[in-house]
């Protein structure tokens, strides 16, 4: 198996685990919140930028949507164009939401090594 079809399984087999606990009830957001908040911190800036692509995806107008997701769509469209403002207004208009939070989780990740040195 090659390194993409091996991303691709890990992606399915975390979306399939997060997916039926959520379906069955069994994964409650204060547990989950919990146990990310005890993560390293680079992983949890990973996180935050997966939840930032995924938002960015949701926004999008060919996001498959309907009743039952509208809000997924709806709220996350509002909550990018905030980011894009935010952004703009700090003249940082050739990055993306994504972009920039990966250069924080970078820049927060060398700055953590260098003074670990």
């Given at each position: 198996?090659?390194?993409?079809?091996?991303?691709?399984?890990?992606?399915k087999?975390?979306?399939?685990?997060?997916?039926?606990?959520?379906?069955?009830g069994s994964?409650?957001?204060?547990f989950?919140?919990?146990?990310?908040?005890?993560?390293?911190?680079?992983l949890?800036?990973e996180?935050?930028?997966?939840?930032?692509?995924?938002m960015?995806?949701?926004?999008?107008?060919?996001?498959p949507?309907?009743?039952?997701?509208h809000?997924?769509?709806?709220?996350s469209?509002?909550?990018?164009?905030?980011?894009?403002?935010?952004?703009?207004?700090?003249?940082?208009?050739?990055?993306?939401?994504?972009?920039?939070?990966?250069?924080?989780?970078?820049?927060?990740?060398?700055?953590?090594?260098?003074?670990?040195?």
């Amino acid at each position: 198996m090659d390194y993409e079809e091996n991303q691709k399984t890990v992606a399915k087999e975390t979306v399939k685990q997060i997916a039926d606990g959520l379906n069955g009830g069994s994964l409650k957001a204060k547990f989950f919140i919990e146990e990310m908040k005890r993560q390293h911190r680079f992983l949890q800036g990973e996180f935050m930028n997966l939840i930032v692509l995924y938002m960015e995806d949701c926004a999008k107008e060919d996001f498959p949507y309907d009743a039952r997701n509208h809000f997924n769509h709806t709220a996350s469209k509002k909550m990018i164009d905030a980011l894009y403002k935010i952004w703009q207004e700090r003249e940082l208009r050739r990055w993306k939401p994504s972009l920039f939070f990966n250069k924080i989780v970078t820049f927060s990740f060398l700055t953590f090594n260098i003074f670990m040195l």
